[in-house]
């Protein structure tokens, strides 16, 4: 079991970047996917979260609006489309899952990062003023 991150970058304020999560090894189907953000020096925190058994989805307040995660139709691949990105959103972005059934599929948002029991290498994202 694998997860793998792709498609940070730099990029200016105001910009627009998409990361990629692939899972190896297994299928997102019926797990609960999330992607977190650990800015420089503090702790991982929670952007965005979706349940590939009922489509349902979550984001925190600071990105709703603004960010958007969604799988594709294999679901194999979730990605995290960021835009009018802030200089705060900048710093690493990991990718977690955990499966759906230990929830009974009742998945009350958020996840906390405990609850997620494969992780990604993460991706760094820059964004300048």
């Known amino acids: 079991v694998q997860l793998v991150e792709s498609g940070g970058g730099a990029v200016q304020a105001g910009g627009s970047l998409r990361l990629s999560c692939v899972a190896s090894?297994?299928?997102?189907?019926?797990?609960?996917v999330g992607w977190f953000h650990q800015a420089p020096g503090q702790a991982r925190e929670v952007m965005s979260q979706?349940?590939?058994?009922?489509?349902?989805?979550y984001h925190i307040g600071t990105v709703e609006g603004r960010f958007t995660i969604s799988s594709d139709a294999a679901r194999t691949t979730v990605f995290l489309q960021m835009d009018s990105l802030k200089p705060e959103d900048t710093g690493v972005y990991y990718c977690?899952?955990?499966?759906?059934?230990?929830?009974?599929?009742?998945?009350?948002?958020?996840?906390?990062?405990?609850?997620?029991?494969?992780w990604g290498q993460g991706t760094q994202v820059n964004v300048s003023s």
């Open positions: 977690a899952a955990v499966p759906a059934s230990l929830y009974d599929h009742h998945v009350v948002f958020p996840l906390v990062r405990h609850e997620f029991s494969y």
């Open positions: 090894g297994f299928s997102f189907d019926d797990h609960v």
């Open positions: 979706i349940n590939l058994s009922d489509g349902t989805a």
